[in-house]
């Protein structure tokens, strides 16, 4: 099943084979991912709601403001990563037999606190960038009396007048998440049990995509369902979601990255 893809032509990447997988690998992932979690129930729960109830203070504030609460939803999917690092710290010591509880988990991501840094740097930039072109789309499109929420779900996306601007937010929108998904799909979990820098771990996330683009769009498809269930049932469902997302990406990263 597995092939190499890259034979280290790049002395930073030399101690990596990037490999290729079948296109039904994520669910393989996603069974896996549910088995640690199952396995580490009150520690992933522990993330899942820490993060749930992140999320509903966040669209909860935001809710009268459509361009932050749509900027929120769709920048919730491109931080994911950062979001599950403590779901990968899980695995990852679930994969070597060591104690996985909460504080495990804490006291795992404090000895990777500068690649969490700046990798939440990163994820800062790309949020803040993305919440003024949200902005920026909905004062260059938007021409209603009053910016509601229920005004933008009645006029923009169900009365057919703002075609064009749904049109450029989901291709600007989807051209951000589709390089950053890219950069990031496999990056954190590869920093975290490589302690590479984050650029090295961002190429190499990119360069197994790239290998990978059938499994990939699926497993990125996967993913947005998943957070979707969390966006649909008012970030409840996402205490379960989120933790079966991360650990099963934790997964996908050891089966398209072998180390020499």
Not at 148 to 167: A, K, P, Q, W
Request: aromatic share 14%.
């Amino acid at each position: 099943m597995d092939q190499p893809l890259y034979h280290g032509f790049d002395d930073t990447l030399a101690h990596f084979r990037f490999q290729h997988v079948t296109a039904s690998r994520p669910f393989i992932w996603l069974s896996r991912g549910l088995s640690d979690m199952r396995d580490n129930l009150p520690a992933s729960l522990s993330w899942g709601i820490c993060f749930a109830l992140l999320g509903y203070f966040i669209l909860a504030y935001a809710a009268n403001r459509p361009y932050l609460f749509t900027a929120a939803v769709s920048g919730f999917f491109l931080v994911g990563p950062l979001a599950a690092a403590g779901l990968y710290e899980i695995s990852r010591r679930h994969e070597k037999g060591e104690p996985c509880t909460l504080q495990d988990s804490i006291r795992g991501l404090a000895g990777h606190g500068d690649s969490l840094l700046y990798f939440g740097l990163f994820f800062a930039i790309v949020m803040i960038s993305w919440e003024r072109i949200s902005a920026i789309l909905f004062a260059l499109f938007y021409t209603g009396q009053s910016l509601s929420m229920s005004n933008v779900y009645r006029e923009i996306f169900t009365s057919g007048n703002y075609v064009d601007f749904v049109l450029a937010y989901m291709l600007i929108g989807g051209a951000i998440a589709a390089v950053i998904y890219a950069l990031s799909a496999i990056a954190l979990p590869l920093m975290m049990d490589q302690d590479t820098d984050i650029i090295t771990a961002m190429v190499a996330s990119t360069r197994a995509v790239r290998g990978n683009l059938i499994p990939m769009t699926l497993w990125a498809a996967m993913i947005v369902i998943l957070i979707a269930i969390g966006f649909a049932t008012w970030m409840v469902g996402l205490a379960l979601t989120l933790p079966l997302a991360g650990h099963a990406t934790w997964h996908a990263y050891r089966d398209l990255i072998q180390h020499d």
